[in-house]
């Protein structure tokens, strides 16, 4: 549980009062603006007190004013500069044959760290492939999941499994939106003529969860979407890839090439590269 101390320089503003999305701090009788004992445990640590807090007289759970918190200050134009990035924003396929500096991924992560999540603290890590050799080495292994999973798809009682596993909303994207790409796909991915799975990227960022956590689905497209913001204002083009994480997910020999962890699920993947 997210302790939450207020220091004796609080100035009583009632500013975190007014703030705090689940009413943890109230006045007491003596006009002390106080943690509530019986509200603390819901404390999300959102940092809306820290923020607020001119005097930086509180501290919330794991929170800290240096590691946490920082003057930002934001351009003159920087409306402009926002309806730029989301007008010219567009999902990426076509990669030029160049590596992405590492430090520009790292910014990227970064970016995607300032995703707001449904309840903080953030629940997935990431693990960024910049390897292009690795990821074409590794397509194979897609190519043979999903030909695999053409062949259940076909066959009602590996379906009937599929869905059960999946839940029905989750299916009927397979059904109606992915396996129909792949199958028309196959001829083309079999013979090495295109590869419509990770697109010949140089990199791939994978949001990784713990197994049989909480479902942190929103989070991590939310994230996902700040990934492919922040890659197109570095200059790069990305795409959400939806067929590439239940692939590694099933797949054991793509779980150990890129070596995913036991105790993790690979829940979404974004493919990022120079745009041609
Ligand atoms: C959750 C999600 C999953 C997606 N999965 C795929 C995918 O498997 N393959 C693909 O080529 N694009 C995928 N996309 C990209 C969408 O097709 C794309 O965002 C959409 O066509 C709108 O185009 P835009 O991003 O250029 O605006 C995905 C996007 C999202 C948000
Ligand atoms: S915002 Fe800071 S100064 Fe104001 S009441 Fe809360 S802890 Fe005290
Ligand atoms: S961190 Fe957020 S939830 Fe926790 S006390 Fe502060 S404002 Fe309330």
Request: charged residues 20%.
């Amino acid at each position: 549980m997210a302790v939450i101390t207020i220091s004796d320089s609080c100035k009583k503003c009632r500013v975190c009062v007014e703030l705090c999305p689940n009413l943890i701090m109230k006045v007491n009788e003596q006009g002390q603006v106080v943690p509530q004992a019986e509200r603390q445990h819901l404390c999300i640590e959102c940092g809306q007190c820290m923020a607020a807090c001119a005097s930086k007289s509180i501290t919330a759970g794991s929170l800290s004013y240096e590691k946490d918190f920082f003057e930002a200050s934001r351009p003159e134009n920087a409306a402009a500069v926002f309806d730029d990035l989301i007008h010219t924003r567009r999902s990426v396929r076509n990669f030029k044959d160049k590596a992405v500096e590492q430090e520009v991924l790292g910014k990227i992560v970064q970016a995607i760290s300032f995703a707001p999540p449904a309840f903080p603290p953030i629940k997935y890590s990431l693990m960024v492939i910049n390897d292009r050799e690795l990821l074409k080495k590794s397509l194979p292994l897609y190519i043979s999941m999903y030909e695999g999973m053409m062949k259940m798809m076909k066959n009602p009682i590996p379906r009937f499994f599929i869905r059960r596993a999946t839940g029905t909303p989750r299916y009927k994207v397979i059904r109606n939106h992915l396996m129909p790409i792949i199958e028309a796909d196959m001829p083309l991915l079999k013979n090495g003529s295109e590869d419509t799975l990770m697109r010949h990227a140089p990199a791939m960022i994978l949001f990784l969860q713990e197994k049989n956590s909480e479902d942190i689905q929103a989070d991590v497209y939310i994230a996902a979407t700040v990934g492919t913001l922040a890659a197109h204002a570095y200059g790069l083009g990305s795409t959400i890839v939806d067929v590439i994480a239940p692939a590694i997910q099933r797949s054991p020999g793509l779980r150990s090439l890129y070596n995913i962890p036991d105790d993790k699920d690979v829940v979404a993947a974004l493919i990022v590269g120079y745009p041609k």
